[in-house]
């Protein structure tokens, strides 16, 4: 038996009908191609590895997770960090690849155990991949010499993923998506079947059960940058051992924890709309004043990033725009030179952050944003 998709109520319908209005506007924007589109989904699978990674003490900056996307080296993650976004990073990119595997596609023991491998192949000695052999026990955040919670027995693990299983190729499927992947987070992380990991599986789970609804792409439905920012993180600890109990227990009640992601969800779609928005403006106002500087419009691509708060590297506007060495360095070195972009640090480590010309457009095109909604309010 596994924990049950509990009965939603009013208040839960009218926030679904809102995330519902909010993924469709997304989508609609989307079908458009704009030329900023790519930038903005790299941003935004960056932020959920970061999120998803910070919540496990693996900390490292938006910034160096892009870099690590483009085949860069990162400015500030240490080696140990960068080898768990690197896992994470290749068990992501083959979840959205999944949202076009067709009507064939399946989810079976073989596919959580691949992306298991993926995320944890560098920790041979906990069996990545593989289903644990022993007891596990999950400690409090408070105080790690407690037992927050206490998994099923080992033996237990195979015929609860089977359930599992079942459960995402059949059950409930006329359940709204957001239910569905919350549902399935749950379940897997309170199974806990390997021996590291779990949270972070867990959370791909839900992100690859939205990969395959395919409405929006799956980097504008992940919560996991939600869910890695400091008091939310707690939040997210304290609703999972309220509702999973201090042992499997499946017969709990589970609507806090629906009710939990579903919150996140809609926070994370104003989010994500907030940034389409911000994105589309900052891209004409942006190309406008490139025209009025006698530059090439393709140079937004590196005014994009820094817009938003990003170190821009050469390599990666290069690959951005799709140019040589010199054009990439011709054009950072006039950016700079007309107050557009800063240049800071030298040779690897050279990097560029707003200028003068650039804070000032920031403040413009920001002005109207709005405080985000609670949409349990």
């Known amino acids: 038996m596994l924990y049950e998709t509990p009965a939603l109520d009013a208040a839960d319908h009218r926030v679904l009908e809102e995330i519902e209005e909010m993924r469709h506007a997304l989508r609609h924007a989307l079908r458009a191609a704009p030329q900023w589109s790519g930038q903005l989904r790299r941003n935004l699978t960056a932020r959920a590895i970061a999120g998803s990674n910070t919540i496990e003490g693996y900390a490292a900056t938006v910034d160096d997770v892009e870099a690590l996307m483009t085949g860069e080296e990162p400015l500030e993650t240490g080696e140990t960090t960068r080898v768990e976004l690197e896992g994470y990073q290749r068990a992501m990119t083959y979840i959205q690849a999944l949202a076009d595997a067709g009507t064939a596609f399946r989810y079976d023991a073989g596919l959580l155990g691949g992306l298991h491998f993926m995320m944890q192949g560098h920790h041979l000695t906990k069996r990545p991949g593989r289903w644990r052999d022993g007891p596990v ?25 089977g359930e599992l299983l079942e459960w995402l190729n059949s059950g409930d499927l006329g359940t709204p998506v957001h239910v569905r992947a ?31 609804d395919g409405v929006v792409p799956p980097e504008f439905s992940s919560i996991e ?4 920012r400091g008091q939310n993180t707690y939040a997210y600890y304290r609703v999972l051992q309220h509702v999973g109990g201090p042992a499997w227990e499946p017969g709990r009640d589970t609507h806090p924890w629906v009710r939990f992601c579903l919150d996140a969800h809609h926070r994370q779609a104003q989010q994500a709309q907030r940034r389409l928005d911000l994105f589309s403006r900052a ?10 500087d006698g530059l090439d419009e393709r140079v937004v691509y590196a005014l994009l990033p820094a817009f938003w708060g990003a170190k821009v590297r050469r390599a990666v506007y290069q690959q951005d725009a799709d140019l040589s060495d010199q054009q990439a360095i011709r054009d950072l070195r006039d950016l700079v030179r007309i107050g557009w972009l800063t240049a800071h640090a030298k040779a690897r480590a050279r990097h560029y952050g707003p200028g003068p010309r650039l804070a000032a457009a920031q403040e413009q095109i920001r002005a109207s944003v709005k405080p985000y909604a609670d949409p349990y309010a």
């Open 283 to 292: 891209w004409i106002h942006l190309t406008d004043q490139a025209h009025a």
């Open 225 to 228: 940058e939600w869910l890695g």
């Open 137 to 161: 026990y999950v400690t409090s955040p408070d105080d790690p010499a407690v037992p927050a919670y206490t998994a099923p027995a080992a033996d237990q693990v195979p015929d609860l993923i």
């Open 182 to 212: 919350s549902m399935a987070h749950l379940n897997l992380v309170n199974i806990h079947p390997w021996a590291d990991g779990n949270g972070r599986m867990s959370r791909a789970l839900s992100t690859l059960v939205f990969a395959r």
